[in-house]
């Protein structure tokens, strides 16, 4: 909703270390400055220098836009020698957030005239109508009480070391374009306490960072208001806290100043690079809602969820974006008003990882999915739902996706021109794959087995892969006649499946439960099933 340098404004409060590299209140202020202006903000505010101590008054970040601008406003900054060739920053009073971003009215959809017939000739296609544009804005409190940073080191390598014994924040985030309706936000750290290293680099800045909390939580208590129609509207109450939390990362950043919302493409080209990790102990959450729906019908819900612990890390640079995340014991359940039964599962673990191409390049670039579901069980009130005689295994299910490739990145993807939309021009998939690797694709689940690996090879038609892709099954044909006994699927419609099967598997050696399967891709489209032309 906000462009990443409008929603930086609690990073610039905790993080406005980075560029504090000298050991005088002054060269601490001005440096400050320059950093704020590298990120696209304006920076003032009124100074007294009295020496040793330096305050700065209403010191304000503001970051103006075309179709959105935000601002950050510091009361009191207070610079102070410590006496030991160290600067100790302190923030006084309360950080106001404002963010503003224009945003379309929501356009109503014509109904059809019942009048006119189905076989009526349609209008000629007319021109889009710009939609309407209004402002929307974002408020927001931040409160530092008892803050501390003190700086050391070099200009060339300094130390920022930092405490937040509690830092607590509520915003008012708006609803809908039109509607003047906010949702307030609130939440709080505590515990907050780090460091930051920044070396001065030949072609920019080298950071690392080690910070820690002994709790994050957030809370939405709001009450939403019917429309002008009088639907809708209800009340929400989500929380939702994490404890024991830490991160680490370091980060490049290139000399010169960028707009990480429009110029993030290049940022990247001039050596922009970000790696960071994020771990926490346990999350434990709740939501309770309550409302009506478009007919006036009572629409209510509440549930509760939680994970044990979770292991995050964020990687950017111009040679790609990867994502790796693993969470352990996870759990959620819930009751709605629209379902006669609530919904209850656990998951002994997820992990998923990514790696997507950035940059434009006529040479193919790695990519990677992977995604891993272990030990996932529901309660028995939903396999009841389908299974009350409980003719299914109800063991705990299993599901492994693990895909690579190369692939030609015909437009950067942070480049904002393609996500404009142009009339009558349809738009260019930004990736042309040349290689597929099914390293694994693998499902446990009720008494039934599937487990698939292969590769493939693209030419300039993604259509017309060439390679092979190799499948095992158990308990298949025992699934099939479950679900016959169950009166799921009439027989005559399984044996048609049966047939079907019979096209694309076959039995193994032995071992007539167990399927196996070669599925060949020829130049030309061709494919071939065990060696039997299909298409």
Known sequence: MFRF???????????????????????????LQEYGTEYGYQVTGTVEDAGNTLTVTDAVFSMPGERDSSTVTLPKMTFQETGDAR?????????????????PVPQETPEADPEEGADAPADPPAAEAAPEMVEMTMTGTIRLPGNEMVVSGTPEDMLYE????????????????GRDVTIPVTGSLTDLAGSQRNVAAAEGMDTTFDMKAA????????????DDAGVGGGTVNFQVALTNLASQGTGKTPSGSFDMGTQMTQALAAGLELDTTLIYDTLQGSFDIAGKDEDGQDQSGKGSFSTGATDIAFQMSGQGLGYKAATADAKAEMTLGTLPFPI???????????????????????????????GLTFADAIWNLFDPTSQLPRDPASLTVDLSGDAVVSQDLFDPAPAEPQADTMPEAPFMPRTL????????????????TGSLEFGDNPNEPVG?????????????????????????????????LAMFAKPAEGNPDQLTSEIEFREGGQIFANGQQVK
């Open 5 to 31: 340098t409008a929603t930086s404004a609690l990073a610039l409060i905790l993080g406005a270390a980075p560029v504090l590299a000298d050991v005088t209140p002054a060269q601490v202020w001005e440096n």
């Open 87 to 103: 600067v100790r920053v302190t923030i006084e009073g309360d950080v106001a957030v404002d963010s503003r971003f224009m945003a």
């Open 162 to 177: 930092f405490t937040y014994p509690t830092l607590e924040f509520d915003f008012a985030l708006p609803t809908e374009p």
């Open 215 to 226: 709790e994050a939580a957030m809370q939405i208590e709001a009450r939403m208001p019917a």
């Open 344 to 374: 209850s599962y656990a998951v002994e673990g997820i992990a998923a990882e990514m790696l997507i191409p950035v940059s434009q390049g006529d040479a193919a670039q790695p990519f990677k999915f992977v995604y891993a579901l272990e």
């Open 437 to 452: 690797t099914v390293n694994r694709v693998a499902l446990d689940a009720v008494g039934a087995t599937a487990d698939i």
């Open 468 to 500: 092979k892709l190799n499948g095992s099954f158990e308990g298949v044909n025992g699934l099939m006649d479950k679900l016959v006994a169950m009166g799921f699927v009439p027989q005559e419609q399984m044996m048609g499946m049966r047939m079907m």
